[in-house]
């Protein structure tokens, strides 16, 4: 038999660098915090299309510069937990990102995006990958907002 304090729950959160995502990062992070879940942040990253072929991308390093961003986003966010009450995992991948976070979820108890991220067009209310996570996600999905300013 199985002890419930072995089970833990995992909370999976797409984190872009954006504002939206930090938010989202930080409202994770708290949660695990209240319900002894682990965290996996997930930074997705792919060449544009019009990438192909140009000879600039061919030694860049787009892994590696995702995850300084994603690590130095989880260190500001995670900087004053306690470590032994929240376990916060990262991977960086190359894809899609709402398939990459799609994927990441199997399993998990919530998908945790922020309402817009990183994008080409700017000033909508929910962002493309939030809005494809929200309608095709395994698991409930929080689209966490920018708070209020008054």
């Not at 872009?16 to 990062?25: F, M, N, P, R």
């Not at 544009?48 to 600039?56: D, H, K, M, N, V």
């Not at 860049?60 to 966010?77: C, I, L, P, Y």
């Amino acid at each position: 038999m199985t002890d419930d304090k072995d089970v833990r729950g995992r909370i999976v959160v797409g984190v872009d660098g954006s504002d939206h995502s930090l938010i989202a990062l930080q409202w994770a992070v708290h949660q695990a915090e209240r319900t002894g879940a682990d965290v996996e942040v997930i930074a997705a990253w792919q060449w544009p299309a019009s990438a192909g072929g140009f000879l600039p991308y061919e030694n860049f390093d787009m892994s590696g510069v995702t995850r300084k961003a994603v690590d130095t986003a989880v260190a500001s966010v995670v900087g004053d937990v306690d470590e032994s009450a929240v376990t916060v995992r990262t991977t960086v991948a190359e894809g899609y990102p709402a398939k990459v976070l799609l994927d990441a979820a199997k399993g998990a108890e919530l998908l945790v995006v922020g309402s817009r991220g990183h994008h080409a067009v700017s000033g909508l209310l929910l962002g493309s990958v939030g809005l494809h996570c929200a309608t095709h996600a395994p698991c409930p999905v929080l689209i966490v907002r920018e708070p209020v300013q008054h």
